[in-house]
């Protein structure tokens, strides 16, 4: 089992910045693949980014390309979000998650965090 802990949520303005943190723990492996989506009222939860532990390779989706950087740190097995030039539709929960395998489908991501609410104010 492996376990994530989102935080960094919040409140800004159009036009800020956030950083999110998910911390994994547990039985987590070097091979994994630690994603980042999100959820607004509504709609389907959406790809946003995702990592491969162990190159380092990044995926993002179209939506928050050149926006959104995804990084992770090695030593605390933590992944981060950093999100710039923030959007009112970029307003959802967002949610850590990992997987042996890559993908932007959420039903391929068999670990979950329980989410961290971003809100974008216009």
């Known amino acids: 089992q492996v376990q994530l802990v989102e935080s960094g949520g919040g409140l800004v303005q159009a036009g800020g910045s956030l950083r999110l943190s998910c911390a994994a723990s547990g039985r987590f492996f070097g091979t994994y693949v630690m994603a980042w989506f999100r959820q607004a009222p509504g709609k389907e939860r959406q790809f946003v980014a995702a990592i491969t532990w162990d190159s380092g390779r990044t995926f993002y989706g179209d939506s928050v390309k050149g926006r959104f950087i995804i990084s992770k740190d090695n030593t605390k097995t933590m992944v981060y979000l950093q999100m710039n030039s923030l959007k009112p539709e970029d307003t959802a929960v967002y949610y850590c998650?990992?997987?042996?395998?890559?993908?932007?489908?959420?039903?391929?991501?068999?670990?979950w965090g329980q989410g961290t609410q971003v809100t974008v104010s216009s």
């Open positions: 998650a990992a997987d042996r395998s890559s993908g932007s489908s959420p039903v391929q991501y068999d670990f």
